[in-house]
């Protein structure tokens, strides 16, 4: 520091921006340049401009994939976050009042494990695990309970209607426990004296969750959604390992980094899926601005 608070600043970001810029950043900009030619992995690339994009734009599968992600932006956010919030409610402030501070409903502790539990496990074994759920036969674990009350199965994987939703199910289950300890660290923060305030103003348990714990909240709320968002943006893995033929039946699971994987590793279209690949950036980078421009508050002190 004798020497200038700027050299030792940047001896210590040296190492780590140059890590990113090397990791990173040239990855993905060797990916826009891949976007703009016709590679198919053997021969040498050519030079085709936009013509990959204006593909994009008449490409049925492209599209059918990005209304897939609208229903995915729409519903597992939604879900999730309504799910873990409840959860959390009940887990830090559900209970009684003992000394003046609100706790949790009994066995919280454990409940909490539980609900983190998903968190451990890898995105492959749940998928894995929710193939023996929705198997169509006896064997399933839905199904199977069905039958044996002499109910016709569920094809929750086969049906078009229903392939979607199921995925979407799994997503959701995966991703509660991460968020109802989210959710609860930030209760945690909240002054047991403004419950208590509230309590004594008459406020009801529902009174408390909207007009306190939620306001309270909003910061670690946008982040969710942001999460969440991106994450919707995904859901290859579960896609791959638990869809009929990898996205289907019929394309009716398909994901925009399922194309992606088709495109380059069973059709060798390296720069066609580069330019899948430059597009699903661009939205995940929209959505996540957008989300935080239009959801963007004062922050509430206390």
């Known amino acids: 520091m004798r020497h200038g608070k700027y050299p030792f600043v940047i001896g210590f970001l040296f190492a780590p921006v140059t890590l990113y810029v090397v990791f990173v950043i040239a990855p993905y900009a060797q ?5 703009m030619t016709n590679w198919r992995g053997l021969s040498a690339p050519q030079w085709v401009g936009f013509d990959n994009y204006r593909r994009l734009l008449d490409d049925g599968s492209f599209w059918k994939a990005v209304q897939h992600h609208g229903v995915l932006l729409l519903a597992l ?21 003992v000394g003046g501070q609100r706790q949790g409903v009994a066995g919280s502790k454990f409940y909490r494990v539980v609900f983190f539990f998903p968190q451990v496990l890898a995105v492959a074994i749940i998928a894995v695990l929710f193939q023996m759920v929705y198997r169509p036969n006896e064997s399933g674990l839905i199904n199977g309970v069905l039958m044996k ?13 229903l392939a979607l939703w199921s995925i979407i199910a799994v997503l959701v289950w995966q991703a509660v426990g991460f968020y109802v300890v989210l959710f609860s660290a930030g209760m945690a923060s909240i002054p047991g004296e ?9 406020a009801t348990r529902v009174t408390l969750f909207f007009r306190v714990t939620l306001p309270l909240l ?7 959604w942001v999460y969440l968002g991106i994450a919707a943006f995904d859901a290859f893995a579960i896609v791959a390992v638990l869809s009929v033929d990898s996205g289907g039946p019929d394309g009716a699971t398909t994901v925009l980094a399922m194309e992606i994987y088709r495109n380059a590793f069973v059709y060798s279209k390296y720069g066609y899926a580069s330019a899948m690949g430059v597009a699903l ?8 601005a957008l989300t935080l421009r239009l959801t963007k508050r004062e922050s509430v002190e206390y």
């Open 31 to 35: 990916a826009f340049q891949i976007s």
């Open 194 to 202: 403004i419950y208590e305030a509230a309590e004594m103003d008459g």
């Open 218 to 224: 909003w910061d670690t709320l946008q982040v969710a």
């Open 77 to 97: 956010p939604l879900i999730t976050i309504a799910i873990a919030l409840f959860f959390a409610f009940l887990l830090n402030v559900g209970g009684r009042s």
């Open 149 to 161: 009350l002499g109910l016709d199965p569920v094809l929750f994987l086969i049906r078009p209607n």
């Open 281 to 288: 950036f661009f939205l995940t980078i929209t959505f996540a």
